[in-house]
Nanobody
Framework: QVQLVESGGGVVQPGGSLTLSCAVSGFPFSNQAMSWVRQAPGEALDWISGITGNGRIFYDSSVKGRFTISRDNANEKLYLQMDKLKPKDTAVYYC?????????RGQGTQVTVSS
């Protein structure tokens, strides 16, 4: 059974940092391209970052230079280090089993950036 479980969200002040994690199981992880997407209330799903099995990386311009995607193939985990957070980063964040926004995803983790 394929599972993706996100964690690490929370409330943080503008300029702060959070690290999101996604634990996966049920499929071969090391060669699987993975992505992070987010969805703010009333907004469309937004593909913000992706990483392939061989390390090719994508960042949307809205997060480039502030967010860092990484993966631990041995422990089957995907990460998103988020620095210099802004109020507009407030959203539910999902990890996705795909290169791109459309694929199986977890339940999400809420990130709220507010003073």
């Amino acid at each position: 059974q394929v599972q993706l479980v996100e964690s690490g969200g929370g409330v943080v002040q503008p300029g702060g940092s959070l690290t999101l994690s996604c634990a996966v199981s049920g499929f071969p992880f090391s060669n699987q391209a993975m992505s992070w997407v987010r969805q703010a209330p009333g907004e469309a799903l937004d593909w913000i970052s992706g990483i392939t099995g061989n390390g090719r990386i994508f960042y949307d311009s809205s997060v480039k230079g502030r967010f860092t995607i990484s993966r631990d193939n041995a422990n089957e985990k995907l990460y998103l280090q988020m620095d210099k957070l802004k109020p507009k980063d407030t959203a539910v964040y999902y990890c996705v089993k795909a290169w791109g926004p459309y694929g199986l995803r977890g339940q999400g983790t809420q990130v709220t950036v507010s003073s």
